[in-house]
């Protein structure tokens, strides 16, 4: 494939971009993605720099603080058991090397998976056919754990409407 750009060199970078459902692909050759990646760092160092911070504490703090630093590279590294991925690797390439990465890195992981996405539970998608049943069952399972919480608490009173609320839903199921 041709490098969009400049047309003349093969395309070895590959950008997508997702804007409010607006999926845009870009495919460059290595000497035009580097003239667009230093446009836009030397744009947003300016502007960062102008604000009193560089975009490497940009990146930090996006990332956790260590993203940028090479302390990660002195000690030894943290290898999955079932893949060998290692916490930098998985930064690295925005990959996770396999399902078990999740466990052995959860608390590295979960921090950035709920800063990129908001929250750390797949929800996946549901057909309209069941969503009104999924949802309501959803809501039955945490008022569930609300009244565990209210009893454990001796909050009788709100035990006894949390009951109510978790039957009135079941019999409209």
Known sequence: ML???????????????????????????ENCAAEITGKFENEYSKLFSD??????????????QDFLSENLLSEPEEKCPMCSATLSQ????????CSHCYQTFRSQLMPLISRIHGKTAH???????????????????????????????????????????????????
Do not use: W, Y
């Open 90 to 97: 998985i930064r690295k390439s925005g990959n996770v090397g």
């Open 3 to 29: 490098c969009e750009k400049c047309k003349k060199n093969q395309a070895v970078t590959h950008i997508r971009q997702n804007i409010n459902g607006n999926l845009t692909e870009m495919h460059l050759c």
């Open 51 to 64: 604000f009193g911070f560089g975009i490497d504490s940009v990146l930090g703090s996006i990332f956790g």
């Open 123 to 173: 929800n996946g998608k549901i057909p309209a056919s069941v969503e009104g049943k999924i949802s309501v069952k959803a809501q039955i399972t945490e008022l569930e754990n609300q009244l565990k919480t209210a009893i454990d608490e001796q909050e009788f009173e709100k035990a006894a409407k949390l009951r109510d609320e978790i039957n009135a839903l079941k019999k409209s199921i």
